[in-house]
């Protein structure tokens, strides 16, 4: 039996930051950047169908385990 396919994506989410964190510059994220990204990035892993996903520009992980709560 051949093996089974799977599909590889990869997300840039543009310094996705907690609420107060910092990036770059030291500018910090306030909470509406903070809500607004979380969302968008639910939304996006709602609509992806891969079996793996890379995360690219992620500063704190507390930010995507939300945007993942958030997408269900």
């Not at 770059?24 to 709602?46: F, H, N, S």
Request: no cysteine; hydrophobic share 40%; charged share 30%.
């Amino acid at each position: 039996m051949p093996p089974k396919n799977f599909t590889i994506a990869t997300m840039n989410l543009r310094n996705l930051q907690i609420a107060g964190g910092r990036v770059y510059r030291g500018k910090k994220v306030g909470k509406k950047e903070y809500e607004g990204k979380t969302a968008w990035t639910a939304k996006m892993l709602q609509e992806i169908d891969a079996d793996v996903i890379g995360f690219q520009e992620l500063w704190h992980p507390d930010a995507l385990e939300k945007a993942f709560s958030e997408a269900g």
